[in-house]
């Protein structure tokens, strides 16, 4: 499993522990519970760092260091024979790349070994919504993501909104979708009083949270709320935005660790999302998993999530009417709101946890060895 360690994304190298994204995370939780699998958890770091041997009784952790002229300057070869020698040494049956972002899918695609990719975020798609400029770094990333997707050996795809976007360039496809860690189904969801508004996202101009502030304003005028919003502040939208809150005092603006975010969602009333781009947003999906109602964007990859008027509701992105009006109807039909974050917590129950995806992907795995 070739993952980025998120010590190396956020440039945190002191920290002692590795760590990785939700999806990741959640996937390792369930790795125990196979024990005729031996996974090799493989991440490249610009600097030293300390790291265990394992991360769990099967899982074994290995950090290999690579300069900095060995990443996306130079289509990341640094990192590339980085790890086809130390595949070398392990000779695993597959190798699987998380996420086209970094180096890890093309580390994948070019490793010499019976591989996947897993898309997290669908660069080149975003690339072309928000018409980023030729030579920035997204849109470089883009260009890497366009190469890689033939040369591996196949793309799971978390939803099927990946799958309409790249099948035509894969050697094959499958849908899986994120895992969910397992402490977000312990949560008990409590409503605040005045109710909690939830946003959970960077901020930016493809997660939309101005519309969102412009579909919440009538409503605060008419009832006392409050509204939250977790995520890194990206220019220049953030700026917008951040002039937007100083004018609103009932919304607040922070940064959210896991354990922080499991505690806002305790008492959350409900979780918007009204992103026009999406793949398979976790914000979304640790939130249903919490029973926490959820209105979010009728975009991307979020229709596979929940079904409209059962297990959550959409709403049109561009509409700032659509998104307040579904936001109403949550906020004054107190039971049919209780109803949506059971229903979706049920759902989540049954499609993303983390023994279900793992046994999907171990599904995979045998698929393609099969057909070796």
């Not at 600097?47 to 290999?64: D, S, Y």
């Not at 980085?82 to 790349?97: C, F, M, N, S, T």
């Not at 006392?224 to 609103?248: S, T």
């Not at 922080?260 to 976790?282: F, G, K, Y």
């Amino acid at each position: 499993m070739l993952t980025t360690d998120s010590r190396e994304a956020w440039k945190e190298y002191r920290k002692p522990e590795p760590y990785f994204g939700t999806p990741q995370e959640a996937l390792f939780q369930a790795i125990p519970d196979f024990p005729e699998i031996e996974m090799h958890v493989i991440s490249c770091w610009q600097k030293p760092m300390t790291a265990p041997k394992k991360l769990a009784e099967n899982i074994w952790f290995h950090g290999l260091v690579v300069p900095q002229i060995g990443w996306i300057r130079t289509g990341y070869q640094g990192c590339i024979r980085a790890v086809r020698k130390k595949l070398k040494e392990l000779q695993p049956d597959i190798v699987h790349g998380q996420g086209t972002e970094r180096d890890c899918a093309i580390c994948a695609a070019l490793s010499g070994y019976p591989n996947v990719i897993t898309i997290h975020g669908n660069v080149g798609a975003i690339v072309k919504l928000l018409k980023i400029k030729p030579f920035s770094y997204y849109w470089l990333v883009a260009q890497l993501e366009r190469f890689t997707i033939p040369r591996a050996g196949g793309v799971v795809c978390i939803t099927n909104y990946t799958k309409e976007l790249v099948q035509s360039a894969a050697r094959r496809t499958w849908v899986s979708p994120n895992a969910v860690d397992g402490g977000f189904f312990s949560i008990k969801n409590e409503p605040a009083s005045p109710p909690q508004i939830l946003c959970v996202g960077h901020i930016q101009e493809r997660k939309n949270q101005i519309r969102l502030l412009e579909a919440l304003d009538p409503i605060a005028k008419k009832m006392p709320l409050e509204a939250i919003f977790y995520g890194k502040l990206e220019q220049p939208y953030a700026a917008r935005f951040v002039q937007m809150l100083k004018e609103r005092p009932w919304c607040r603006h922070g940064y959210a660790d896991r354990l922080m975010l499991r505690a806002a969602l305790e008492t959350a009333t409900i979780l918007v999302l009204p992103s026009v781009e999406e793949n398979c947003p976790m914000a979304v999906l640790e939130a249903m998993a919490a029973g926490v109602p959820v209105v979010a964007s009728r975009a991307g990859g979020i229709p596979d999530l929940f079904e409209h008027g059962v297990s959550g509701l959409f709403c049109e992105p561009l509409d700032v009417e659509s998104i307040r009006a579904q936001i109403q109807r949550l906020l004054s039909e107190r039971a049919f709101a209780s109803k949506i974050g059971s229903q979706g917590r049920q759902r989540a129950l049954e499609k993303f946890r983390p023994k279900v995806i793992a046994q999907q992907h171990l599904a995979i795995y045998r698929e393609i060895l099969k057909d070796r």
